[in-house]
């Protein structure tokens, strides 16, 4: 089972910025498609942004401008560099293939809060 840890959340101002990091286990990133998701509290789980293996990146619209997602695949590790945080952007992000695997890890909080 590959094993996928998130890192680098905390608690940060409106307008700030964060870098997560998320690696995986084995040669997974190498592979598969990957995404970063999130979740908020009282709401469904959320496709934020994507890179392919060939690097192709995709995001929703709500982070375009905004969050850069991308990938060391020789580090075993994907990026998700969020700048002009906003206090909506608030959840527990996590790291997962796109389409996702049949579990999950226990993600990294970010809180946008002044």
């Known amino acids: 089972q590959v094993q996928l840890m998130e890192s680098g959340g905390g608690l940060v101002q409106p307008g700030g910025s964060l870098r997560l990091s998320c690696t995986a286990s084995?040669?997974?990133?190498?592979?598969?498609?990957v995404g970063w998701y999130r979740q908020a509290p009282g709401k469904q789980r959320e496709l934020v942004a994507t890179?392919?293996?060939?690097?192709?990146?995709d995001a929703t619209d709500s982070v375009k401008g905004r969050f850069t997602i991308s990938r060391d695949n020789a580090k075993n590790t994907v990026y998700l560099q969020m700048n002009s945080l906003k206090p909506e952007d608030t959840a527990v992000y996590y790291c997962?293939?796109?389409?996702?695997?049949?579990?999950w890890g226990q993600g990294t909080q970010v809180t946008v809060s002044s």
């Open positions: 890179t392919a293996n060939n690097f192709k990146t």
């Open positions: 084995g040669r997974f990133f190498s592979q598969y498609a």
């Open positions: 997962n293939g796109h389409p996702p695997l049949g579990y």
